[in-house]
């Protein structure tokens, strides 16, 4: 807290020469920072209805997997199940990750391919069911013609707003008289209770989720959003998952991990590392062992605010209200917090019923969440 220089004490021994100033200032010890929602800052637009949707598109895929547990002789099997064998098409060169050979696909029926091993003078190798099979580009015949066009579907997506309320009430007294430190009691509750809505506002931005029947809302049902956690599925990990970096410690190795498998699956650009207090005491400590101070330094610095990898230059935000075992990596440009139009925070005045003035703080917010995928969630991590 800076110093103010309003509350002393005179040098003399008269009473009123020892009468306390207290300054207009009023300090606040809880906690009601923001630091998610002033990263992502203000959006472009207003929700203009209680169900905010957005599309979302994608190209074709070029990835499947192989589906065929029954081997026989490389040189002679060329034929075999994947997943989904509309993604195929004749003239297709594919090759299986973590081989060499390459292969071009003569013929697709249903889900089996029939194609040419060892193509190009590549040596055949053996395959293996759930393979990754990477279709590297179509080779179309001179004078054919037009291949059926093929296209995917835009998918509608939405969220549901939350009303978010504080009633402020402030007795005809208490505005009569004059406040310790105070110029105006109802002004006070007005900013202490709209700190309040804010911090429930980003709380509810990563945690919250909606009801499983109405959650449109209703007289007895309370509408409220899809949170962030809520939003994510497809790069969401745990410590101790097969194939993901053991230790339930947070380290280079798993933000890393999931950093590439977001680049991988999606053209999301990660920029925003989102821990708690903990987490973020595990990233400064990334670099910890390589640092180095002089006989004259006078600062220690032991921070980590921005993390560059191969992947991105990401921003470490740390908030109070992300669950400790959590770590979120955001691509902030696929992320808004909307107010539905005219219901952003605002105070409305009611009706007094007796000596005493009242109101009400209102806000209906929802959040806009694209491309799931283009973000990444670990959980589980070790917390002490």
């Not at 009023?26 to 920072?33: K, S």
């Not at 230790?247 to 933000?255: F, P, Q, R, S, T």
């Amino acid at each position: 807290m800076p110093f103010t220089g309003k509350a002393t004490y005179s040098a003399g021994t008269t009473l009123p020469e020892l009468a306390e100033d207290v300054s207009d200032l009023v300090a606040i010890l809880t906690p009601y920072e923001t630091p998610l929602l002033y990263a992502l800052g203000d959006p472009l637009r207003e929700a203009t209805s209680t169900h905010h949707e957005w599309l979302e598109d994608e190209l074709l895929p070029n990835k499947d997997t192989i589906d065929d547990a029954t081997w026989s002789d490389p040189d002679v099997d060329t034929s075999f199940d994947v997943a989904h064998g509309e993604r195929f098409r004749v003239g297709d060169q594919i090759q299986v990750e973590g081989s060499e050979e390459l292969m071009l696909v003569t013929a697709v029926n249903t889900n089996t391919l029939t194609v040419v091993r060892g193509y190009a003078g590549t040596n055949a190798e053996d395959l293996a069911d759930e393979q990754v099979i990477n279709i590297l580009g179509n080779a179309a015949l001179e004078g054919a013609e037009k291949p059926n066009a093929r296209f995917t579907n835009r998918v509608r997506k939405g969220n549901y707003t939350q009303i978010f309320t504080k009633t402020v009430e402030v007795s005809g007294s208490d505005m009569a008289a004059r406040q310790l430190g105070l110029i105006d009691e109802m002004d006070q509750q007005k900013q202490n209770r709209l700190r309040e809505l804010v911090r429930d506002l980003e709380h509810s931005v990563i945690s919250a989720g909606q009801p499983v029947a109405d959650p449109q809302g209703s007289g007895t049902v309370r509408r409220t959003m899809k949170g962030i956690i809520q939003h994510l599925a497809s790069n969401v990990f745990h410590a101790g998952d097969s194939g993901f970096p053991s230790g339930n410690d947070l380290d280079e190795a798993k933000v890393n991990y999931v950093l590439r498998r977001i680049w991988e699956v999606s053209s999301g650009h990660v920029d925003l590392i989102v821990v708690g207090g903990f987490q973020k005491r595990k990233i400064n400590a990334f670099c910890s062992e390589s640092r180095a101070y002089g006989a004259n330094d006078k600062t220690f610095t032991d921070m980590v605010s921005i993390y560059e990898s191969d992947f991105g230059v990401c921003d470490v935000i740390t908030t109070r209200w992300l669950p400790q075992d959590v770590v979120l990596l955001l691509d902030s440009s696929r992320i808004s917090v909307l107010p539905l139009a005219g219901r952003s925070f605002h105070f409305k005045p009611l009706a007094s019923g007796g000596d005493y003035e009242c109101g009400e703080l209102i806000g209906e917010y929802t959040l806009e969440l694209k491309n799931e995928a283009a973000h990444g969630l670990i959980r589980g991590l070790s917390t002490s």
